[in-house]
Nanobody
C-alpha cells in the first residue's frame, strides 16, 4: 500500500509561482513512475505531468509545457511540481498519483495508469 500526501497549494496572482510536493509512504517509491493531475470544478481530471522511476524521463501536457517542471527525490520519497507563470486557467485541485510500473507507458496521461492517489491540494490563481 502506498499513501500520498500533497502539499504546497494556495492562492497566487497570475504570473506567480507555486511549488507542490507529494510525499509517499512505503519502500517502493523509487521503483514507481509518478504523475500529477488536476481537476477544475465541473471538469474531468486531466493530466499535467509525469516522471519515470529515475527522473530521467518526463512528459507534460501541452497547456503547461515550458511553465511547469516535475522532479523527484527518491531519497526523500517525494515528487515535486514547480509551477511558474501561473494563469487563472491553472486553478484546480492538484493530485499526485503513483503507478505500479517504473516506466512511463504509452498511456501515462490516463488516470487508469495510476494505482494510488493523494487527497489533492487546491491551487487558485487570481487574475
Amino acid at each position: 500500500q502506498v499513501q500520498l500526501v500533497e502539499s504546497g497549494g494556495g492562492l497566487v496572482q497570475a504570473g506567480g509561482s507555486l511549488s507542490l510536493s507529494c510525499a509517499a509512504s512505503g519502500r517502493t517509491f523509487s521503483s514507481q513512475a509518478m504523475g500529477w493531475f488536476r481537476q477544475a470544478p465541473g471538469k474531468e481530471r486531466e493530466f499535467v505531468a509525469a516522471i519515470n522511476w529515475s527522473g530521467g524521463r518526463t512528459f507534460y501536457a501541452d497547456s503547461v509545457k515550458g511553465r511547469f517542471t516535475i522532479s523527484r527525490d527518491n531519497a526523500k520519497n517525494t515528487v515535486y511540481l514547480q509551477m511558474n507563470s501561473l494563469k487563472p486557467e491553472d486553478t484546480a485541485v492538484y493530485y499526485c498519483a503513483a503507478s505500479l510500473d517504473r516506466y512511463l507507458r504509452a498511456s501515462y496521461y490516463h488516470t487508469g495508469s495510476y494505482a494510488y492517489w493523494g487527497q489533492g491540494t487546491q491551487v487558485t490563481v487570481s487574475s
